[in-house]
Protein backbone atom coordinates (compact mmCIF):
# COMPACT_ATOMS: atom_id res chain seq x y z
CA UNK A 1 0.00 0.00 0.00
CA UNK A 2 3.01 2.50 0.74
CA UNK A 3 4.85 2.14 -2.62
CA UNK A 4 1.39 2.70 -4.28
CA UNK A 5 0.51 5.78 -2.23
CA UNK A 6 4.17 7.15 -3.33
CA UNK A 7 3.27 6.33 -6.73
CA UNK A 8 0.24 7.80 -6.70
CA UNK A 9 1.91 10.93 -5.37
CA UNK A 10 4.56 11.06 -7.63
CA UNK A 11 2.09 10.52 -10.68
CA UNK A 12 -0.32 13.74 -9.48
CA UNK A 13 3.11 15.82 -8.72
CA UNK A 14 4.41 14.89 -12.47
CA UNK A 15 0.99 15.70 -13.89
CA UNK A 16 0.72 19.54 -11.99
CA UNK A 17 4.51 20.46 -12.89
CA UNK A 18 3.47 19.57 -16.63
CA UNK A 19 0.02 21.50 -16.42
CA UNK A 20 1.83 24.44 -14.66
CA UNK A 21 4.78 24.14 -17.69
CA UNK A 22 1.91 24.62 -19.99
CA UNK A 23 0.24 27.81 -18.66
CA UNK A 24 3.33 28.98 -17.97
CA UNK A 25 4.78 28.76 -21.55
CA UNK A 26 0.86 29.85 -22.76
CA UNK A 27 1.61 33.05 -20.96
CA UNK A 28 4.64 33.73 -22.20
CA UNK A 29 3.68 32.94 -25.86
CA UNK A 30 1.34 35.66 -25.48
CA UNK A 31 3.87 38.17 -23.90
CA UNK A 32 5.90 37.64 -27.53
CA UNK A 33 3.45 37.94 -29.73
CA UNK A 34 2.47 40.85 -28.04
CA UNK A 35 5.75 42.27 -27.95
CA UNK A 36 6.15 40.90 -32.21
CA UNK A 37 3.21 42.67 -33.25
CA UNK A 38 3.86 45.85 -31.11
CA UNK A 39 7.50 45.88 -33.13
CA UNK A 40 5.57 45.59 -36.08
CA UNK A 41 2.96 48.11 -35.96
CA UNK A 42 0.34 44.97 -36.06
CA UNK A 43 -2.80 44.47 -33.86
CA UNK A 44 -2.67 41.09 -31.64
CA UNK A 45 -5.91 39.44 -32.21
CA UNK A 46 -5.75 36.11 -30.36
CA UNK A 47 -3.45 33.51 -29.17
CA UNK A 48 -3.61 29.33 -28.94
CA UNK A 49 -1.88 26.70 -28.42
CA UNK A 50 -1.70 24.61 -31.48
CA UNK A 51 0.27 21.51 -30.75
CA UNK A 52 2.74 20.44 -28.17
CA UNK A 53 4.99 17.48 -27.79
CA UNK A 54 8.05 16.59 -25.25
CA UNK A 55 11.45 16.71 -26.78
CA UNK A 56 15.19 16.94 -26.64
CA UNK A 57 17.02 20.11 -27.57
CA UNK A 58 20.82 20.01 -26.15
CA UNK A 59 20.82 17.33 -24.54
CA UNK A 60 18.00 18.12 -22.50
CA UNK A 61 14.25 17.25 -22.29
CA UNK A 62 11.44 19.79 -22.52
CA UNK A 63 8.29 20.76 -23.90
CA UNK A 64 7.95 22.28 -27.55
CA UNK A 65 4.97 24.18 -28.90
CA UNK A 66 3.78 25.61 -31.80
CA UNK A 67 0.99 28.60 -31.05
CA UNK A 68 -1.01 30.32 -33.55
CA UNK A 69 -1.80 33.98 -33.21
CA UNK A 70 -4.17 35.69 -35.56
CA UNK A 71 -3.16 39.36 -36.06
CA UNK A 72 -4.49 42.18 -38.44
CA UNK A 73 -2.06 44.94 -40.21
CA UNK A 74 -5.21 47.52 -41.50
CA UNK A 75 -7.80 46.75 -39.21
CA UNK A 76 -10.12 44.94 -41.52
CA UNK A 77 -7.41 41.87 -42.59
CA UNK A 78 -6.95 38.94 -40.35
CA UNK A 79 -3.50 36.65 -40.39
CA UNK A 80 -1.95 33.85 -38.88
CA UNK A 81 1.53 33.34 -38.09
CA UNK A 82 3.01 30.90 -35.45
CA UNK A 83 4.91 30.84 -32.71
CA UNK A 84 7.64 28.32 -31.60
CA UNK A 85 8.52 27.44 -27.54
CA UNK A 86 11.08 25.40 -26.36
CA UNK A 87 9.96 25.05 -22.48
CA UNK A 88 10.45 29.04 -22.07
CA UNK A 89 12.33 30.42 -24.80
CA UNK A 90 11.25 31.45 -28.29
CA UNK A 91 12.69 29.49 -31.05
CA UNK A 92 10.83 30.92 -34.50
CA UNK A 93 7.71 33.37 -35.56
CA UNK A 94 6.72 32.97 -38.93
CA UNK A 95 3.81 34.95 -40.35
CA UNK A 96 2.51 35.35 -44.33
CA UNK A 97 3.01 38.28 -46.46
CA UNK A 98 0.09 40.95 -44.91
CA UNK A 99 -1.05 44.30 -46.37
CA UNK A 100 0.76 47.60 -45.20
CA UNK A 101 -1.64 49.77 -44.30
CA UNK A 102 -2.46 52.56 -46.77
CA UNK A 103 -1.23 56.09 -45.67
CA UNK A 104 -3.61 58.90 -46.11
CA UNK A 105 -2.21 62.04 -47.85
Known amino acids: MILGDVVLLLLLLGCAALFWQWRRQAELAGVFAKRYCQQH ?3 LLEIHR ?3 KLSWRRSAPGWSARFIFDFSSDGES ?3 GELWMF ?3 LQNV ?3 PY ?3 EASA
Open 99 to 101: RLP
Open 87 to 89: NTY
Open 41 to 43: QLQ
Open 94 to 96: EVP
Open 78 to 80: RYQ
Open 50 to 52: ASG
